[in-house]
Nanobody
Framework: VQLVESGGGLVQPGGSLRLSCAVSGVTFGASTSAMSWHRQAPGRERELVARIRSAGGVTYYPASVKGRFTISGDYAKNSVYLQMNSLKPEDTAVYYC????????WGQGTQVTVSS
């Protein structure tokens, strides 16, 4: 199973980025429980920033990103996306994709840097 994130980079405060996570080795379907994005800034613990549950498509965002980040999944493309708007310097971190399908699977991460 392989999860490959892309779309990270350097962006100015107030800007936008769209992260993508291409999943191979498992096929999204009835066994897919949830898809999520997490981030880890230097010296800090990894934190959840967005999750979508397969049952009903229910989403969750912590207060720090609610209204700015949007998670989506494309079953046909076996991919997960994170649209990030109104980015702030405190959003700087390595962003990781996670898929739960009987087991937990993680990507290697993509760096997002928000700076002027």
């Amino acid at each position: 199973v392989q999860l490959v994130e892309s779309g990270g980079g350097l962006v100015q405060p107030g800007g936008s980025l769209r992260l993508s996570c291409a999943v191979s080795g498992v096929t999204f379907g009835a066994s897919t429980s949830a898809m999520s994005w997490h981030r880890q800034a230097p010296g800090r613990e990894r934190e959840l920033v967005a999750r979508i549950r397969s049952a009903g498509g229910v989403t969750y965002y912590p207060a720090s990103v609610k209204g700015r980040f949007t998670i989506s999944g494309d079953y046909a493309k076996n991919s997960v996306y994170l649209q990030m708007n109104s980015l702030k310097p405190e959003d700087t971190a390595v962003y990781y994709c996670q898929v739960i399908q009987l087991h937990e699977y993680w990507g290697q991460g993509t760096q997002v840097t928000v700076s002027s």
